[in-house]
Nanobody, 115 residues
Framework: QVQLVESGGGLVQAGGSLRLSCAASRTIFRINDMGWYRQAPGKQRELVATINNGGGTKYADSVKGRFTISRDNAKSTVYLQMNSLKPEDTAVYYC?????????WGKGTLVTVSS
């Protein structure tokens, strides 16, 4: 069984930055797509960004130009650099990984952006 553990969330002022990390509980030989999702209070979970095994990325329109997703395959870790944060970015952020066709989720890390 694989667990994904997120870290790096916290409280930041609008305009600030945070870097989220998500590491697998053990080194995985091959992870396909990895991604970040978020869920704000009272809203559905939504895609933030994904990155495939070749490094190709996709972003939600709301975060393009502000967030950057990256991965370190040797460490089975995915990152999300968040810049120019806005109050509407406040949410619980979850990482996701496709390992041999099975999608795993982390438990989430809270990001709060104050105005």
């Amino acid at each position: 069984q694989v667990q994904l553990v997120e870290s790096g969330g916290g409280l930041v002022q609008a305009g600030g930055s945070l870097r989220l990390s998500c590491a697998a509980s053990r080194t995985i030989f091959r992870i396909n797509d990895m991604g970040w999702y978020r869920q704000a209070p009272g809203k559905q979970r939504e895609l933030v960004a994904t990155i495939n095994n070749g490094g190709g990325t996709k972003y939600a329109d709301s975060v393009k130009g502000r967030f950057t997703i990256s991965r370190d395959n040797a460490k089975s870790t995915v990152y999300l650099q968040m810049n120019s944060l806005k109050p509407e970015d406040t949410a619980v952020y979850y990482c996701n990984a496709n390992i041999l066709g099975v999608y795993y989720w982390g438990k989430g890390t809270l990001v709060t952006v104050s105005s």
